[in-house]
Each structure stands twice: as C-alpha cells, then as structure tokens.
C-alpha cells in the first residue's frame, strides 16, 4: 500500500487505527488532505471511516448536541419562482425568529456568489430587513472579518459556490469565531444553498462544482448531519447520468454511519429552543436518507429533534 505523506501525520498503512491530527484546524491553512489521491480502492471505506471519527472529536468541545440551543434557519433555496425579493416564501417564518432573538445588525457572508457584485446582494437582504429594522452589513467590507462577527447580533450566508464559500471561511479564520458566535452565543443564522452547505458537518453533499483547487470538506456543523439543499428526485427522460437519490446513496455507500437530510425548494430547516423542524411553502416533504434503507419523507412541522442526537 503506498504511503501517505508524512507531512499529513499519519501512515497510510496503519490508517485504519489511527486519528488524523489536522494540525492546522480553524487557522485557516488548507489543512484538509486529499487522502484519496493516496489511497486504493479497498482502503476508501477505512479512510472515510478516519475522517468522520476526527469530524466527531473536533467538534465535540464544542457542542454537546440537543443540548445546545441555537437559532439556526437553513433554506434550500433564496427565492421561488414570483418571489419579488430574498427569502420572500419564508417570511412566515423568519418573521417570529426575528422577534425572539431581535437582531439589530446583521453581518452577511456573500462569498459564495461567483457571478454578481457582493454590495448589490448586501442592498437586497437590507430591503428584506429594513422590514425588522435591522442593519445588514457585509462582510467584504470589514477590515478585520472576526471583529465584524462580534460586533453583530446575527449572520446570513447566501448561496452560490459552496466549495468557494468553505475555503474562504477557512482562509479567513471564521469557522472557529462563527462556531461560538452561533452555538455558545445563540446568534441569529440564516443560511440558503451554499449558506445551508456549511452549516452542516462536512460539504461533501453539495450540488456545486469544485471550483477551487483546495478541497476543504469540513465546515460549520451547526446540525450534526448532511444536507442537500435543491433536492429534487424527478428523472429526466433521456438523462444517462445519475439521478439525485442515486448519488446520496453513493455517498452513503461510502459513509455508512452517516445520514442526509434532502430538502427541497421552498422548504427550511429550523433549529430553535432545542428542536429541529421543516417547513415547507410548496409542500414537498424532505427526505432522509441512510444507509441500506428506504427513504423516509416528513411533512411540514415535522419534529426532527431526533436528528441532532446524530452521533452523540
């Protein structure tokens, strides 16, 4: 078997038995190994294995799971077809969060757009919110990005690239401060597409391209599972390439112990007083998906409080 490097801390011949150390976690190095350039085929299950048993240890100073009382939004998309503005289908919904933890300032991550102005995007979400009476702030436009976070009372992540997104997050030393702003301080998260990606253990679930070179999969973890935001499970006639159920399951053939959440359009997962709910606008059901099992669906308000037990 060949040898992984050694600047990566372990042996590749005894991976199974050992923990990878990520020397640089949350400093903002690219400290995630492509292991499975280094890898055969046999030892991809044992190395996924390695890898979810380091994404437990490291968070777990972090959280102690159902315990933890965050407010967390995650939609799986920013408008629906006739919305005239941001998160217009959800309003509903964001509107009694809004009063419960009432945020003065916002601070908005726009790094996953790729196509845009970021300043346009910030004056959007500001008509959304002038609403709430609450200021919305952007990120790029902060001269010390960790100091902006403290300095707000809630954060919005767009969609757009996610692999973009988690890299930046990681380059500019936000994962850590973001982290404890959202779980220790129960700061206001809203989060869409490539905003939802992030907030969920790892982004190895995404639909985006990795458009970057530097593949960081681990990011926030604000729910211990996977989420694929856009699902959908309509086949394409004349389509030859994978469906979506076809490509989680392939996922979960090499994450067996893992679960992921699909939602679909219109559709938000909530995370509030120590639940986990769905909402939905269209009503489409989610999806959860594991391991050598049908897929289960779950209407609007479903109680998922289940899920954050995930792994604890």
């Known amino acids: 078997m060949r040898s992984i490097p050694s600047r990566y801390g372990y042996d590749g011949t005894v991976l199974s038995q050992k923990v990878i150390p990520f020397p640089n976690l949350f400093t903002g190095a690219h400290y995630f190994p492509s292991i499975y350039e280094y890898l055969p085929v046999e030892s991809l299950k044992a190395a996924s294995a390695v890898v979810q048993e380091n994404i437990k240890i490291i968070y777990s100073k972090f959280a102690n799971c159902s315990e933890v009382v965050m407010n967390v939004m995650l939609f799986s998309n920013g408008k629906l077809p006739g919305d005239t503005s941001l998160l217009e289908y959800g309003k509903e919904w ?23 102005q970021y300043s346009d995007r910030t004056q959007q979400l500001q008509q959304v919110f002038d609403e709430y009476d609450c200021e919305v702030v952007s990120i790029h436009e902060a001269e010390d990005p960790v100091q902006a976070l403290k300095e707000v009372d809630g954060i919005i992540i767009s969609g757009g690239n996610t692999w973009v997104l988690n890299r930046m997050l990681h380059d500019l030393g936000l994962v850590t401060p973001m982290r404890d702003a959202v779980i220790n301080k129960g700061k206001l998260f809203i989060g869409w597409s490539a905003g939802t990606n992030v907030a969920t253990p790892t982004i190895r679930t995404t639909n985006d391209m990795p458009i970057v070179s530097a593949a960081i999969l681990p990011a926030l973890n604000f729910v211990p599972f996977q989420i ?4 959908i499970e309509a086949s394409i006639s004349g389509h030859m390439g994978e469906t979506r159920d076809e490509r989680i399951e392939e996922f979960l053939c090499m994450n067996p112990s893992e679960v992921v959440v699909g939602i679909p359009e219109g559709t938000m997962l909530q995370v509030c007083e120590g639940k986990l709910t769905y909402h939905t606008a269209t009503g489409k059901p989610m999806k959860l998906f594991k391991h050598g099992q049908l897929a289960e669906t779950f209407t609007a308000d479903s109680d998922l409080a289940f899920l954050m037990d995930i792994g604890c």
């Open 228 to 231: 694929n935001p856009h699902y």
């Open 94 to 116: 964001i509107r009694p969060m809004m009063e419960k933890t009432q945020p003065k300032k916002m601070l908005f991550i726009p790094f996953a757009m790729i196509r845009g």
